[in-house]
C-alpha cells in the first residue's frame, strides 16, 4: 500500500474475535491503528505487550484493530488464535484473516506489521518489525495533532 491511499473494507474475515468493526465505524472520529500478527511470531508476542500500552493509553483518540495473518497451515485453528490472544491481553477486535483476503487487500506480507490511518482513512505510515514502536509513537502523534488543526 502506498503512503495516502484509502484504507481497504475489512470484509473477508474467518471469524472476528472480540467484537466486529467496519471502516465506515472506523472513519470521520479518530485515526486508526491496524496491526498485523500472528500466532506462530515470536517478535509479535513480544511486541504485543507495547501495542497493548500503546492502545490503553490512545483509548481515547485512537482506533486499534489487529489482524490475525496465518503464516501456515498450523496458524488456522481458531482456537488457538483466541488463546493466544487471551495470553497476550488482545482485548482490541481481532480480524481473522485465514484466507488473507485482508492480508492481499492491504499488500502486507509481514508480521508484525503497522499501518496507521487518519481519520479520514488514509494510510499515514507503515512500518514492519518488532522494533520501531518510538517512530510508531510519533507517526501516532503527528497524525493525531493533525487532528487538532
Known amino acids: 500500500m502506498k503512503l495516502r491511499a484509502p484504507m481497504p473494507e475489512l470484509k473477508g474475515a474467518t471469524e472476528w474475535i472480540n467484537g466486529e468493526v467496519t471502516k465506515d465505524e472506523l472513519l470521520g472520529d479518530k485515526p486508526t491503528l491496524i496491526h498485523f500478527w500472528s500466532v506462530s511470531c515470536g517478535l509479535c508476542k513480544e511486541a504485543m505487550p507495547n ?56 499488500e502486507n506480507q509481514y508480521v508484525p506489521a503497522y499501518y496507521v490511518f487518519d481519520e479520514e482513512g488514509n494510510l499515514r505510515h507503515f512500518q514492519a518489525g518488532g522494533g520501531g514502536m518510538k517512530m510508531l509513537e510519533k507517526r501516532v502523534n503527528r497524525v493525531l495533532g493533525n487532528n487538532e488543526k
Do not use: C, W, Y
Not at 68 to 84: A, F
Open 51 to 106: 501495542v497493548n500500552e500503546f492502545r490503553d493509553r490512545f483509548q481515547d483518540d485512537l482506533n486499534v484493530v489487529a489482524v490475525h495473518m496465518p503464516r501456515s497451515e498450523k496458524d488456522l485453528d481458531l482456537d488457538q488464535i483466541k488463546q493466544v490472544a487471551e495470553e497476550h491481553g488482545i482485548t482490541q477486535p481481532i480480524f481473522v484473516d485465514n484466507k488473507h483476503e485482508l492480508t492481499d487487500a492491504f
